[in-house]
């Protein structure tokens, strides 16, 4: 069975730092593509990043280029987004996706296969 569990959120000020960790156990998901996406109350699942270790691809969405960043720790089998410069509209829960496409990249949510229950990230002004 496959768990994926996103960690890291929290309250944080304008232009301060966080970094959101995302585990996946039960299998291992290296060779397929990974994301984040993020949700606010009311809205649609909005993509943030994703990235593609079999081809060395990532990609961002314009609103978080330049202040996150995608990585991981393939021997812990753990996905990081660190996050600077947070801004107020930065606020939503935080989902990490798995078992994303085998090359490249996606921001379609459906493509991703497994996810967590997403981590709490407000930024106050």
């Known amino acids: 069975q496959v768990q994926v569990t996103e960690s890291g959120g929290g309250l944080v000020q304008v232009g301060g730092s966080l970094r959101l960790s995302c585990a996946a156990s039960?299998?291992?998901?290296?060779?397929?593509?990974m994301g984040w996406f993020r949700q606010s109350p009311g809205e649609k699942r909005e993509f943030v990043a994703a990235?593609?270790?079999?081809?060395?691809?990532?990609y961002y969405a314009e609103s978080v280029k330049g202040r996150f960043t995608i990585s991981r720790d393939n021997a812990m089998n753990t996905v990081y987004l660190q996050m600077n410069d947070l801004k107020p509209e930065d606020t939503a829960v935080y989902y990490c996706?798995?078992?994303?496409?085998?090359?490249?990249?996606?921001?379609?949510?459906?493509?991703?296969?497994?996810w967590g229950q997403g981590t709490q990230v407000t930024v106050s002004s």
């Open positions: 990235a593609n270790w079999a081809d060395n691809t990532t």
């Open positions: 996706a798995t078992n994303g496409p085998l090359y490249g990249i996606t921001i379609t949510p459906s493509v991703y296969g497994y």
């Open positions: 039960g299998r291992t998901f290296s060779r397929r593509g």
